[in-house]
């Protein structure tokens, strides 16, 4: 710790800080663009000089180092002097076009300008222009307004990982850009619209669209994965015109996914259901609420008076909020409903009820981790935010190895990679667990396991993983959902549990969405119910659906929609319309969205972040949690009577403390062994994980959503299969025959082949994860 | 002409002549610093491909350096002795920074202009020469001076200027 003064404030800092960070952290303003708290520090804009005391010169305080004894004055006439001749030097070149800037009014150079700037300018030469760039459908680039502060350059090598911007040319020609033409790849890439302190980078969606003083920010939650990113909304009238990130460092820092920040404009999509309808003589007809809800109970009392409640199955999106979910299985428990479920994309439940559960955990702690293995997770689509942070990590030394059914780049180094098939996957880990329990000296009193592992002797890669997990301080091993989706999930899960416990590592089985939230709520099947597979595949008489696609959204597209369209009753609680729900729904009530609701989220790290509506709900839509209330009441279910959504977290927080749940001895697979010939990888792609992203219209717009049509499979198995990629891919699964345009892709593990999911194709197939045959021929359909 | 290879993996890239001299190079720097031998390799590569540097190559050499190929390209669009287009068989660097300015470079180059037929930045129609202006070369004591190849020429007048191209021409 250092003794420094600014303007007279003494201040005792830590001698590593910046006079910059001091004077953030004692809430002293110095002006600056290329500084910022999240990058390295460049010191290229000067903005930011001050006067301190024995120096000749006006020093950049973001630069300078705080010693003993220095004294810093931000606002003295040498400092003032030097901010200004910066700016007029920025200014130079800038155009000064704020009137038809979209960062008008919440421009760093505009209000910083008003500070330092002269009223004329004396520069009387011509300026520079500069040709705007096409990067992508994201983001809107005007670069004549660029100062180079290159925090956007920076941005890509130290957080994204990927370098694809940079400044080319030289002094007056210096030109940020890529180059070469191309659309960003980056899954983080719109956080440069808030790094770039000028209207150079801004929101393509949003150009035009608002200005910043228009607008209210209300505080919300980002719902497409399991992290929760703590956003902003900008509001004007009733709409959401865009979304920020709102800083939260246990969360997702300063940052935010491309996913979580352009989900918004789906909200005002024409597709979304405004009026609750029921169907008469297969006719569609808007009715009032009270029609609606009573001709949803009634079929439901129809059905379950005839039949029994075991006819009645409920399925809601794990995407929904606590509240939702609470009411969601209240509701349907109170009309005798157990055949609830939450895990729409989930095939493998021997498992069930295990949690694997992870307390005083935090997002934070994956950076302090000195190993961290993948496990069937694409990472950076799944979860951008915990893929920053495991990049974070891998930066600052931590081993990073994956295991997974295909390769790609992860952006950050690699210890160990492998692409595999399911069976290479589960020998694979039977195998480091093998050695981790020769290691630990654990094969006397482990029968059950130790008749699972492989006779061989390990691989290398099997040891060197081990020792990567035994060696380490604190090491990490995290399941994803490409592993979690398949049919032998609960296998996978079993061995990284025991991989975790042999080596006393943490597990993390990435939840999808609020899924955590979910469980609290308790959406899942009771005894002897029915989970969501089976729901499906027995085919009951009647489903509640809520908050998802069935042909998008659950494991196994054709059989749900066989079962919907044998179904006698069906009811939907949807934001979106679309002419399959209209096909196999008898009544739809219309719901809101995350952004027209209150409700909480329970990410990754199982902190309950709650967060209120920010706009009313579209048309006649109601949020879901008043809408469940209602039905509750209609039915004549007891316990309905709440006011507001906090009268249903108090509950469940009620319950979850009475809650004593016994702790489930560990699930052990009876054997390893797999049947797979071909097996598809059924990725469901980063843009298109629930019913909001996939019609946001930017994000459907970006190289990797146009990449999802393609299937793939490697060099070697399309000789085996005697594949070229000139003709479309004739994949047949049981009935189903779909034909899609192939590409040879080497990451792809041998005997697998990628088919997204969530395509109109994926959607005609009977499993997704399934095997399947493949064949080339110009005569299939 | 060497015949590069550009595409493919690490290990096939360019000809194994060529890879050694960039090696050469990327051993002078740390093990994961490669990035630090660009100006030289591109330097190797201009000179195998006939005094100009195509996108393939400089996204060869990115590859080849584990860099990406902005980072090359940031390197080759900054200095002026990289060529992004085909050049003339030589290329003529002429300075009109201060010295050679207040020296008389403005007239060199006019008689350059004249002689050659061409405007700073193009090449003669027979493709034997290539005009630039350049900054400061570091010649000021021989202003005005200009650079072909790799040759310098001071203290320039116009007789000089038309010894220069006779040569060449002849």
């Not at chain 1, 006397?444 to 990567?468: H, K, S």
């Not at chain 1, 048309?619 to 007891?638: C, F, M, Q």
């Not at chain 1, 399309?718 to 070229?724: D, R, S, W, Y």
């Not at chain 1, 189903?736 to 892709?745: K, M, N, Q, T």
């Amino acid at each position: 710790m250092v003794n420094i003064e600014i303007d007279g404030i003494p201040l005792k800092v830590d001698s590593s800080k910046m006079i910059i960070q001091a004077a953030d952290e004692a809430g002293i303003d110095i002006p600056r663009f290329c500084y910022h708290k999240k990058l390295s520090i460049a010191a290229n804009c000067r903005m930011c000089l001050v006067e301190v005391d024995k120096s000749r010169k006006a020093l950049p305080a973001c630069a300078t180092p705080v010693t003993e004894g220095m004294k810093v004055f931000t606002h003295s006439k040498v400092a003032i002097n030097a901010q200004r001749s910066v700016m007029e030097f920025l200014l130079i070149n800038h155009p000064l076009d704020c009137p038809i800037c979209d960062q008008g009014g919440e421009c760093e150079l505009q209000d910083l300008s008003m500070g330092y700037g002269e009223g004329v300018s004396r520069f009387t030469e011509g300026k520079r222009v500069v040709k705007d760039k096409d990067i992508g459908p994201l983001i809107r680039t005007d670069m004549t307004r660029c100062i180079h502060c290159t925090r956007c350059v920076r941005f890509g090598v130290e957080i994204a990982g990927v370098k694809e911007l940079g400044a080319t040319g030289r002094g007056e020609h210096m030109e940020i850009g890529t180059y070469v033409e191309h659309s960003l790849v980056s899954e983080l890439s719109g956080n440069i619209i808030d790094l770039c302190p000028v209207g150079a980078l801004t929101s393509k969606p949003f150009r035009y669209k608002a200005r910043a003083w228009e607008m209210k920010a209300h505080p919300s939650i980002a719902p497409h994965d399991a992290i929760g990113s703590n956003i902003e909304l900008h509001v004007r009238q009733n709409d959401v015109m865009r979304v920020v990130p709102r800083d939260n460092e246990s969360i997702n820092e300063a940052w935010l996914s491309d996913r979580d920040r352009f989900s918004y404009q789906a909200l005002a999509h024409p597709k979304r259901l405004t009026d609750p309808m029921i169907k008469v003589d297969d006719d569609w007809q808007v009715v009032d609420w009270q029609t609606a809800l009573e001709t949803a109970i009634k079929g439901l009392q129809t059905i379950i008076n005839k039949h029994g409640a075991e006819e009645v199955g409920g399925l809601i999106s794990p995407t929904t909020t606590l509240e939702e979910a609470f009411l969601f299985q209240k509701w349907l428990r109170g009309l005798g409903v157990e055949n609830i479920d939450h895990r729409l994309r989930q095939q493998d439940f021997s498992d069930h009820p295990q949690q694997y559960p992870l307390d005083n955990w935090t997002l934070g702690d994956v950076q302090e981790s000195d190993a961290i293995v993948l496990i069937g997770s694409h990472i950076r689509a799944e979860q951008p935010i915990l893929a920053h942070r495991i990049r974070q990590a891998a930066m600052m030394g931590a081993a990073v190895s994956n295991i997974n059914f295909f390769l790609t780049d992860l952006l950050m180094p690699i210890e160990y990679e492998m692409a595999v098939d399911i069976n290479t996957m589960l020998t694979t880990l039977a195998g480091i667990a093998k050695v981790l329990s020769t290691l630990m000296n654990d094969s006397d009193n482990d029968d059950e396991w130790q008749a699972l592992y492989p006779e061989r002797t390990p691989t290398a890669f099997e040891q060197n993983v081990a020792m990567q997990l035994s060696n380490a301080a604190s090491a990490t091993l995290i399941v994803g959902d490409l592993a979690n989706h398949h049919p032998d999930a609960a296998k996978i899960r079993a061995l990284v549990h025991k991989i975790a416990e042999l080596s006393g590592s943490r597990c993390i089985v990435v939840p999808s969405a609020n899924s955590h939230a979910h469980v609290i709520a308790n959406t899942l099947p009771g005894k002897e119910a029915k989970n969501s597979l089976q729901m499906w595949q027995q085919s009951l008489r009647a489903y509640v659906l809520m908050g998802f696609d069935a042909l998008h959204d659950t494991a196994v597209p054709v059989i749900a929609k066989q079962a919907l369209k044998r179904a006698s009753f069906v009811v939907a609680l949807h934001s979106f319309d679309s002419e399959f729900l209209r096909q196999t729904a008898d009544v739809i009530l219309p719901m809101a969205c995350f952004t027209e609701t209150s409700g909480t989220f329970v990410g990754i790290d199982k902190q309950w972040q709650q967060f209120a509506g920010a706009v009313a709900p579209r048309g006649d839509s109601r949020p879901a949690w008043k809408i469940l209330r209602v039905l509750g009441n209609v039915s004549h279910v007891e316990g309905f009577d709440y006011i507001s959504s906090q009268d249903v977290v108090d509950e469940v927080r009620q319950i979850q403390a009475e809650r004593h749940d016994k702790p489930i001895p560990p699930y052990i697979p009876d054997s390893l062994t797999v049947e797979s010939d071909l097996m598809m990888i059924s990725e469901v792609p980063m843009y298109r994980t629930d019913a909001l992203l996939r019609h946001s219209e930017a994000l459907q717009k970006t190289p990797e959503t146009q990449r999802i049509q393609f299937a793939r499979i490697n060099r070697k198995e399309a000789e085996k299969h005697g594949l070229n990629h000139q003709t479309p891919l004739t994949l047949t699964q049981q009935d189903s025959v779909v034909r899609l345009p192939l590409e040879i892709d080497d990451s792809i593990a041998d005997g697998c082949v990628y088919v997204a999911t969530t395509t109109d194709a994926a959607s005609r197939l009977v499993s997704l994860f399934g095997q399947v045959s493949v064949s080339q021929s110009e005569a299939a359909t | 002409m060497t015949e590069m290879v550009l595409t493919g993996p690490k290990q096939t890239l360019f000809t194994e002549q060529l890879r050694l001299a960039l090696d050469k190079w990327i051993a002078k720097y740390p093990r994961g610093r490669a990035q630090s031998a660009v100006i030289p390799c591109l330097h190797i590569l201009q000179e195998a491909n006939g005094g100009w540097l195509s996108r393939a190559i400089m996204d060869a050499l990115a590859e080849y350096l584990s860099i990406s190929s902005i980072s090359v390209y940031e390197v080759a669009t900054f200095y002026s002795m990289f060529e992004l287009e085909p050049v003339g068989k030589h290329k003529i660097s002429l300075c009109t920074n201060i010295s050679c300015m207040l020296c008389g470079s403005e007239e060199i180059l006019e008689h350059l202009q004249q002689r050659l037929a061409i405007k700073p930045g193009e090449t003669t129609a027979d493709g034997l020469f290539t005009l630039k202006e350049v900054e400061c070369l570091g010649a000021c004591v021989g202003a005005p001076m200009l650079l072909m190849d790799k040759q310098y020429h001071e203290y320039l007048t116009k007789e000089k200027i038309d010894a220069l191209i006779d040569e060449v021409q002849s």
